[in-house]
């Protein structure tokens, strides 16, 4: 059996023509996205809030070509700051948070097409594991050690051994938070939003 999946994956390697590997890093953004939120703080609970998230990542990357065809596995660690504009009519904002710190690993495994003789376009599942969160230095257990399953899309250049590309993200499951600065007997903040994200990159071949 062991000898029959070694020989499996040597006739999978065989299969691509192309073997490649590297480094990158870039920024991570969204613009003020309209979300859906309960703060159990406020009477009127269900209110509309936008959500900002900014942040960095750098990592590794593999590249398995055939013909036109690639797959990429990369292994990414990023930093995200979550911002959420809470309406200051409905609450003090005080009670609340409004931003905090995430630190994740991302596994993003991307099959793509090379559809000209620079460009190409990819998607393919990403594989989340988010480190820590923090707000004002306190460490929250709410979006901590937790897997989560996304889907990354969108098309690169490359030029020699640079690559630029511009993708998006979004979670199959929702983004959770729940704390409340001053948090009075049951009542919590609990605010929730898909998490979709723009990422704009560049990757360095070796």
Do not use: C, W
């Not at 942040?55 to 979550?82: A, C, D, M, W």
Request: zero cysteines; charged letters at 20%.
């Amino acid at each position: 059996m062991k000898k029959l999946n070694l020989l499996f994956l040597i006739i999978s390697f065989n299969a691509f023509s192309q073997f490649e590997y590297g480094i990158k890093g870039g920024i991570s953004f969204n613009s003020n996205l309209n979300i859906s939120a309960n703060i159990e703080s406020i009477s009127n609970p269900n209110i509309n809030i936008f959500e900002s998230r900014n942040g960095q990542h750098i990592g590794v990357f593999l590249k398995l070509s055939t013909n036109n065809l690639f797959i990429r596995p990369e292994l990414i660690y990023s930093k995200i700051k979550n911002s959420y504009d809470v309406p200051i009519v409905l609450i003090n904002k005080s009670n609340i948070v409004t931003d905090f710190n995430q630190h994740k690993i991302d596994i993003p495994v991307m099959l793509g097409y090379k559809v000209f003789g620079l460009a190409s376009i990819f998607a393919g599942p990403r594989f989340e594991f988010i480190r820590g969160v923090s707000y004002d230095n306190i460490d929250l257990d709410d979006l901590k050690n937790q897997y989560k399953l996304g889907l990354q899309y969108g098309l690169s250049l490359k030029f020699g051994k640079f690559e630029i590309d511009l993708r998006a993200e979004r979670g199959f499951s929702e983004n959770e938070i729940n704390y409340m600065d001053n948090k009075t007997g049951n009542k919590d903040q609990f605010i929730t939003s898909q998490g979709r994200l723009y990422l704009l990159g560049v990757s360095y071949y070796f």
